[in-house]
């Protein structure tokens, strides 16, 4: 989370790049989250998730979602953290 916290506060990106749909379904088995995209990219900080260079396609997978989605939501007291508040059936 450190990487994540460091990489945020250097910048103060111009949001203009490329844009995503407002929200994506991103697909579980155990029941799909439904990701907000235009809420979380509002601060405009794009490499939070998405990292050096520009913005595009990502795929996280069950483990480096977890690390970054409830990382980030445990670290600001704020965003679900409980199984059922994201996979949803
Ligand atoms: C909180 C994390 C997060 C932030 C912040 C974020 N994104 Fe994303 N972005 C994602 C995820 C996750 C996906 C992949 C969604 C999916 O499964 O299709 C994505 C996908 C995208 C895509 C690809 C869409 C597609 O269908 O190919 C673009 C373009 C994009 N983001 C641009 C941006 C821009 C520009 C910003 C900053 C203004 C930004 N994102 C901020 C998480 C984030
Ligand atoms: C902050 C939201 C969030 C929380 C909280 C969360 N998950 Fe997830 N989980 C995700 C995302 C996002 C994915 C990745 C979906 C993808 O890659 O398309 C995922 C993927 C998974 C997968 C893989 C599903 C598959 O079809 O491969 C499992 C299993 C899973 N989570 C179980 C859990 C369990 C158990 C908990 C509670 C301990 C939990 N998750 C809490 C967001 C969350
Ligand atoms: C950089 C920090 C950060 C990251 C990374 C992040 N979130 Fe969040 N998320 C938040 C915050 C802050 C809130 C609370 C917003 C509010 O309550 O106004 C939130 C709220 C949410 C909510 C509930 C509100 C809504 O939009 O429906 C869901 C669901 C959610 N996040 C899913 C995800 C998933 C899935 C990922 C990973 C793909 C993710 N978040 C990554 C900061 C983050």
Redesign the pocket.
């Known amino acids: 989370m450190k990487k994540l916290i460091v990489a945020a506060a250097m910048v103060a990106f111009a949001a203009s790049t490329a844009l995503a749909a407002d929200t994506v379904v991103?697909?579980?088995?155990?029941g799909n989250?439904t990701?907000n995209h235009k809420e979380h990219s509002a601060a405009g900080d794009c490499k939070a998730c998405h990292g050096e260079g520009t913005p595009g396609k990502l795929?996280?997978?069950?483990d480096a979602?977890?690390k970054l989605?409830?990382g980030c939501?445990e670290t600001k007291k704020a965003?679900?953290?409980?199984?059922g508040?994201?996979?949803k059936k």
């Not at 965003?79 to 199984?83: D, L, M, V």
């Open positions: 991103m697909k579980a088995k155990n989250v990701f795929t996280l997978g069950k979602a977890h989605c409830k939501h965003g679900p953290t409980k199984c508040d994201c996979h």
